[in-house]
């Protein structure tokens, strides 16, 4: 307890908590869970602003994606039965936009699969984007694989401010469930957007086999690259893919990890992701009071969300104004 004190003390202080303490703190969880989940509350509270961080994605371009994700209904390598289809029409993707924008979401994002857009479709994405951008009212990110700095910077051109990239799961774990491309290379992606000036969302999945550890190591790794928001997708097993037999993570998987990713990110967006729909309600009230002060609502990519009325009440008897 005096360890853990020490620790919720110097961060609330504006210190941080060293990759070791990180360690030796998930080693605590099973003797001291309910006492971690506290002080990760009281820091939560400290630092963030009693608004949910909302927002909402449209799986803008599906299917036939080259790289060998071994959790991705998208890739090719797969026999999943998604609909693949090319970039979604410009009536579609405002009338989506106009949409949330109306339900009081904070972000729009447009999400594609493949390893990265490029040319006439990024184009025509970016004219997407700057037709949003002049209607304003919502706030402008894209999720578009492994971009130069070229590409990002017609994105901000067109009115993106945000973009969204995983590292997906620890460094020493990233090369198991992928080899087509690496977490460098993802790196690369990030640190192009934020010489551009764009904020950063960038997070992972979690229950794909990983150890306790490594996803502390996950978050430190995300501390090094900074990011404004940390997506937590918890895996859904999607027939077909190299994972479909993963175990489900028990509730108190998620709220531990919450909890550490909090110490090790006391000012960070920790975002509800993918997988939420897999917790009870009483969970996901908990999960906001220890650490999750944004979230992705409506649906997924390629499973069903929830509800953003749903969403509301749940964030409202959080404590958070939506």
Known sequence: MEIL??????????GEISA?????????????????YESAAEITKRFCLPVFDSCSIINARSGKCPENCKWCAQSAHHATKIEPYPLISREECMKVADLNRSQGVRRFSLVTSGR???????EKAC?????????????LCASMG??????????????????????????????EMCTTHTIEDKIKTILAAKEIGMEVCSGGIIGMGETRKQRVELALELRRIEPHSIPINILCPIKGTPLE?????????????????????????LRFAGGRASLSRET??????????????????????SNVDQDKKLVREGGYEF
């Open 5 to 14: 004190e020490n620790l919720k003390n110097r961060i609330l202080a504006g």
């Open 20 to 36: 070791r303490e990180a360690y030796e703190l998930a080693d605590l969880l099973d003797s001291n869970r309910e006492n971690i």
């Open 116 to 122: 990265a857009m490029h040319g006439r479709e990024l």
């Open 127 to 139: 004219s997407y984007y700057a037709e949003l951008n002049d209607k304003g009212g919502i706030s």
């Open 146 to 175: 492994l971009l130069s700095k070229e590409e990002l910077l017609r994105l901000w051109e067109s009115g993106v401010r945000r973009y969204h990239c995983n590292l997906e799961t620890a460094p020493s774990y990233f090369g």
């Open 245 to 269: 037999d993963s175990k489900k993570l028990s509730d108190e998987d998620v709220l531990d990890t919450i909890a550490i990713f909090r110490f090790i990110h006391p000012h960070t967006t």
């Open 284 to 305: 996901q009230l908990k999960a906001i009071k220890i650490g999750m002060n944004g979230g992705i609502v409506g649906d997924m990519l390629t499973t069903l969300g």
